[in-house]
């Protein structure tokens, strides 16, 4: 059955104000270089188009474009966490590099080569402490960069899926309106189509895809950045990273998600913390052994789902010995089901451990009864209580971490 035109389906309906296709194919050819504005087609796509356009949708490969931006995410996320980590090791070469200088001054005197080099390391000490917070903050604001990318790249991909469906919609509609024998049998959807596009009574491919992604980009500029980044794996993989890498010498716990937009947009530093909202933040207790195979880790493997970590190879080994690869999580008290897809390689447990055998290494040689940590919380301020109570959290941490030695034979 042959379809009304869009002349015809527009009969009894307020013309369009633009002139007419036939009065602008009138008009004298223009120059030859100049190709034609875009027409919206004046009939819904046939079904050979409907079934190439559907194709086309299922065959969007974009795998390439995803590993890039994964791994985009991966470079930003070691370099935060490398520059960090750098300053706060120089900062913890320049402590113990003045505890010598005192011992010498004390002994021998002051001694003008030993004062320059100090006043060196402190210049090289400042100028991280410039830089490094705001490299930080341009590789964070990045990160947010890629996962927005992302987000565009996944809604792009169901609009396309939305416009093989609206094209459908429109073809049913056109052809019902057909059999029913013009605009009386219009249905409300026909009619919205036709309202939007008065001229030609449908949008086409085209113009709906515009739509659909429009309305997708409006829907994300109004979430929160909480909304937006701190329910995506890999932007919690970033900030717990970069918040192992600045707070590994005081222990302190990453806070809950809700606060990581609330005080600025970094979220890194916790100099906004009051002291009342410090103290109510419990304290880390980590096992750097593995609850099944009780070895320490070497490869921590943590369950996105319930947030407990066993060694890879022993939980990869338990999870297929079960009746469809899905158990309940094998940490006593945990009832959670997992399933090996939860899992994700854990880099932060993974240096948390490498510190307390590091800390155990260093205790065996000074002796057990020593102070554990030599590092302050800031060696360039003066020493605040704030910085004191983090000095004796990292200690306690770290007294948590350490290994029983009759254990030893476990590692
Ligand atoms: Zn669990």
């Known amino acids: 059955m042959p379809l009304i035109s869009g002349t015809q389906r527009n009969r009894g309906r307020p013309r369009p104000s633009s002139p007419s296709s036939s009065s602008s194919h009138a008009q004298p050819k223009r120059r030859a270089t100049r190709l034609p504005d875009y027409e919206p087609p004046s009939y819904p796509l046939d079904n050979v188009s409907r079934r190439e356009l559907a194709e086309l949708s299922n065959n969007v490969d974009t795998r390439k474009y995803e ?23 120089k900062r913890h070469e320049l402590e113990k590099f003045r505890k010598r200088q005192r011992a010498q001054s004390e002994d021998d005197g002051e001694n003008p080569e030993t004062r320059q080099r100090g006043r060196a390391e402190e210049e090289a000490v400042m100028r991280l402490r410039e830089a490094v917070p705001a490299l930080t903050a341009e590789c964070e604001s990045a990160v947010r960069n890629v996962i927005d990318l992302r987000v565009e790249l996944e809604d792009g991909r169901k ?15 056109a052809v019902e309106e057909d059999q029913e024998g013009g605009d009386n049998g219009a249905t409300d959807e026909d009619d919205d189509l036709i309202m939007r596009n008065t001229q030609h009574g449908i949008l086409g491919p ?11 980009a409006a829907d994300y500029a109004t979430r929160s950045l909480e909304e937006r980044y701190a329910v995506d794996n890999d932007y919690i993989g970033f900030k ?7 707070h590994s010498v005081d222990g302190k716990p990453l ?34 052994y593995c609850p099944l195979s009780m070895v320490v880790m070497e490869e921590p493997y943590t369950s996105s789902v319930c947030k407990h ?10 999870l297929r010995s079960q009746p469809g690869h899905v ?4 940490q006593t008290g945990c009832s959670k089901e997992i399933s090996v897809k939860d899992f994700y390689d854990d880099q932060v447990m993974l240096r948390k451990i490498k510190r307390a055998q590091a800390e155990k290494e260093r205790q065996g040689e000074e ?38 030695p009759e254990e030893d034979d476990a590692i």
């Not at 005080?263 to 880390?284: Q, T």
């Open 67 to 89: 590993e890039q931006l994964k791994q985009s995410i991966t470079l930003l996320t070691n370099n935060v966490r490398d520059i960090n980590d750098r300053y706060v090791k």
């Open 159 to 173: 609009a396309i899926q939305d416009t093989v469906r609206k094209a459908e919609l429109e073809r049913a509609n």
């Open 206 to 216: 085209l113009r709906i895809l515009k739509n659909e992604r429009e309305k997708a």
């Open 240 to 246: 717990r990273l970069w918040w192992d890498a600045v």
């Open 255 to 288: 806070p809950d998600a809700s606060r990581w937009f609330t005080r600025n947009s970094a979220g890194g530093d916790d100099s906004g913390d009051d002291e009342e909202e410090d103290l109510v933040i419990a304290e880390e207790h980590i096992s750097i």
């Open 309 to 318: 970590t066993f060694n890879k190879p022993a939980i990869v080994q338990f």
């Open 327 to 330: 158990a309940q999580c094998p």
């Open 367 to 404: 002796g057990e009864d020593e102070d554990g940590v030599d590092i302050e919380d800031s060696t360039l301020q003066p020493r605040s209580i704030k910085a004191e109570r983090a000095r004796e959290r990292g200690n306690q941490l770290l007294a948590n971490l350490k290994l029983d």
